[in-house]
């Protein structure tokens, strides 16, 4: 095989997998900044009303014997 070929392919590898680990690098980036927002949002959030998003048919009615 030539020398200079050799190099092209090997130079080509090289850069194929730069781009892959740049490329990976940003969605861990986008992925970790998007975990900070949920758990942001998590604790803000007021349980009682996530609770009464999640069954909204609990708690409307009240049963009265007099």
Not at 20 to 47: R, Y
Request: aromatic share 0%; proline share 2%; hydrophobic share 45%.
């Amino acid at each position: 095989m030539d020398i200079a070929i050799m190099s092209m392919s090997l130079n080509q590898g090289r850069v194929q997998q730069q781009a892959s680990l740049s490329v990976m690098k940003m969605a861990i980036g986008n992925a970790e900044q998007q975990g900070e927002a949920v758990q942001e949002l998590i604790s803000s959030a007021n349980v009682k009303a996530l609770q009464q998003a999640a069954q909204p048919h609990l708690g409307g009615n009240i049963d009265l014997k007099l």
